[in-house]
């Protein structure tokens, strides 16, 4: 069973760079055909994709969200981990890892979410 867990980084301050580390269990972020994401909803809002990194380490990023956004992993740990610099209060959502498949075209495996509030 493949299970994904995000860190919990609580109240963030505006202009302060997010953190978030994705532990996964289950398999490896290395498996050909998966790629390994960050996707969050804002309160009264919809999902919004902010980027990933596939299981050769390549990335890809939301154009919006592009310029501040860093996605990196550490495969020792099988982690990896979201960076989101100069947060404003519009970045305060329910961030979520979440694996995506290729053969299915499909994000199959979603942690369960974690709160982030930017807010002074």
């Known amino acids: 069973q493949v299970q994904l867990r995000e860190s919990v980084p609580g109240l963030v301050k505006p202009s302060q760079t997010l953190s978030l580390t994705c532990t996964v269990s289950?398999?490896?972020?290395?498996?050909?055909?998966?790629?390994w994401n960050w996707i969050r909803q804002p309160p009264g809002k919809g999902l919004e994709f902010i980027g990933g990194?596939?299981?050769?380490?390549?990335?890809a990023y939301s154009t919006s969200l592009k310029s501040r956004t860093s996605i990196s992993r550490d495969t020792s740990k099988n982690q990896f981990s979201l960076q989101l610099s100069t947060v404003t209060p519009e970045d305060t959502s329910v961030y979520y890892c979440?694996?995506?498949?290729?053969?299915?075209?499909?994000?199959?495996?979603w942690g369960q979410g974690t709160q982030v509030t930017v807010s002074s």
């Open positions: 990194i596939t299981y050769s380490g390549g990335t």
């Open positions: 289950g398999d490896s972020i290395t498996t050909n055909d998966y790629s």
């Open positions: 979440v694996r995506y498949g290729w053969a299915k075209r499909s994000f199959d495996y």
